[in-house]
């Protein structure tokens, strides 16, 4: 098989997802993106390496589509319209035409799916397993990002979709996972899919944007990402577990052992949205979900206090939590 | 030594360097840029890797510094002025307090040289030695921004400053310098400064954005960089070799042996700026960039032609250059 040298794959290959605007088709040292709303340009960063957030030998496809659809998961909890995205891709070698393709084909769903383009990056060598960092950009709503910090007492709290699926499956692929057997055949590759591809919730940003205080995504688990809502509100919360929504999947596993409660609130990679929306809004703002084709569900409340985020069980005690979510390099 | 987790890498150090401007404090999911000029944002990624682009015990600010350096670089090659950068860091343990107050005393450095604060980024593990990826944006000029790609024949070559003297320092650090000897003391330090301190040209954004015709900064070596400028501006060029800018310790060292023009045309790592002036705005372009108190050295002529650039020696033959610079994972 042939390899690709650092020129051909910009040439040969990136080229190809170069953004129509402002990307030069990949030959200039910068991009110039034109046409920014007044309300601003969103920027968020995420990387990811080998080894870590993906398996080695996973399809660099895969991969890269993980890494983009994680930064348009930023965009769309801050209610943002994707636009565009730069990329640093480190590999330690000239990869081979057919690892060359799939990471392009990768990227190439993911700018379809999300509506963004690549305009510009690096590409550098290391002697290590290969790493992609993205730092995406998206317009802001008129009414301006909406803020992780903006949480007040009393707003109820929201989370799209399903928690825990992504956790689940990383151990369903680690072949960690209890009770794995009483999966059927689907739900094991509703978990196994969900931890590959992540959905970014784009069709929530109006509802964002009209009706919510604070919003983010799930990306490191719900106890944690709620803790850090929480912490930079100035609020506490609580949560009735009860409530959080689950995949049929995810519902066998916690019949089987409610142990697996512990995967869908610490476990990270979910990249659902968590919002805090005033109560007074809360029937607007299911509405504007239920136009939008996302499901909500309302799982707790925000409240008074500085301790951290209360998880409620259906006998009203607490949920001893001896982690809240993934931390990079702990002490 | 304490160490310092994530968590705490970022509040206890990386949030001093927060921007005041659409930062939120590096508490949020993302930044909000507002205040774009018309004109557009100027947008540019390089990445760093311990062990390729610098030395795994290489002081972190050192490194960090370069960083972000070299990304401000390129925006002074498109006219921009810096206004915010994001960060993506990856560590292979919870670093020591000694390191991370290094490594954010080295950001806080180029963010006063160079005007620019940090707005936001992502922090994550991985097995192998420390990298940093960087996505700098600069307002565009309200002439716009100044391409690779607009040089045409008969347009002056111009370089900043003087050319090889990081390539040589990098051999000088390698102890593969030949000659080394017969450099004084203070023309090591420069060449070994000129390696780890890049400058960025900001001053020569005016007279870029008012006379060039196309610019770029000279990252991989003057043979690659030049022959890339004119790939894509569809041309070839002439460089006189003798006119090459060149500092005391490096010019002492050509005079020892002539080989040095080698690393002087094909070694990397200066971040001076190449830009192509129009004739007919060369003596206006010259005065600003004396103005601006940047040297610029006229060193030869974009040409008809899509052969790569030719060097021309002093006695009228061609340079042979088996390589034209640096180029991540070759073939």
Redesign the interface.
């Known amino acids: 098989m042939?390899?690709?040298?650092?020129?051909?794959?910009i040439s040969d290959y990136l080229a190809s997802l170069a953004s129509p605007l402002?990307s030069?088709g990949l030959?200039?040292?910068?991009?110039?993106?034109?046409?920014?709303p007044?309300?601003?340009?969103?920027?968020?960063?995420?990387?990811?390496?080998a080894?870590?957030?993906f398996f080695e030998d996973d399809d660099p496809g895969d991969a890269a589509y993980k890494a983009l659809a994680v930064n348009v998961s930023?965009?769309a909890?801050?209610a943002?319209k994707p636009a565009?995205y730069?990329?640093?891709l480190?590999?330690?070698?000239?990869?081979d035409e057919q690892w060359a393709k799939r990471l392009t084909s990768g990227l190439a769903r993911a700018q379809n799916k999300f509506g963004i383009g690549l305009?510009?990056?690096?590409?550098?060598?290391?002697?290590?397993?290969w790493?992609i960092?993205i730092?995406a950009?998206?317009y802001?709503s008129p009414r301006?990002?909406v803020?992780?910090?903006g949480a007040r007492p009393g707003d109820f709290l929201y989370v799209t979709g399903t928690l825990g699926d992504a956790a689940l499956g990383l151990q369903l692929r680690l072949q960690k996972l209890p009770f794995a057997p009483t999966l059927s055949a689907s739900q094991r590759g509703h978990l196994l899919h969900r931890y590959l591809y992540p959905d970014a919730r784009l069709g929530l940003s109006e509802a964002l944007a009209t009706h919510a205080s604070a919003a983010?995504?799930v990306s490191d688990g719900l106890a944690l990402d709620l803790s850090?809502m929480c912490s930079?509100s100035q609020t506490s919360a609580s949560v009735l577990v009860s409530k959080i929504p689950l995949s049929e999947a995810a519902k066998t596993l916690t019949i089987a052992s409610p142990e697996a409660f512990y995967s869908v609130l610490t476990g990270g990679d979910d990249y659902e949205i968590l919002a805090a929306v005033p109560q007074d809004s809360a029937s607007a703002f299911e509405a504007a979900s239920f136009g939008a084709g996302v499901t909500v569900t309302r799982i707790g409340t925000v409240e008074v206090g500085s301790e951290a985020p209360r998880f409620i069980m259906a006998d009203g005690t607490l949920m001893q939590l001896q982690t809240r979510g993934f931390?990079?390099?702990?002490?």
């Open positions: 042939r390899r690709v040298g650092e020129i051909a794959l402002g030069f030959t200039d040292d910068a991009a110039l993106l034109t046409g920014i007044a309300a601003g340009l969103v920027v968020t960063t995420d990387a990811l390496v080894g870590i957030h930023d965009l909890a801050k943002a565009a730069t990329m640093a480190a590999l330690s070698e000239a990869p305009i510009g990056g690096d590409t550098v060598s290391t002697r290590a397993p790493w960092s730092t950009f998206g802001a301006g990002l803020p992780r910090g983010m995504d850090r930079v931390e990079h390099f702990k002490v």
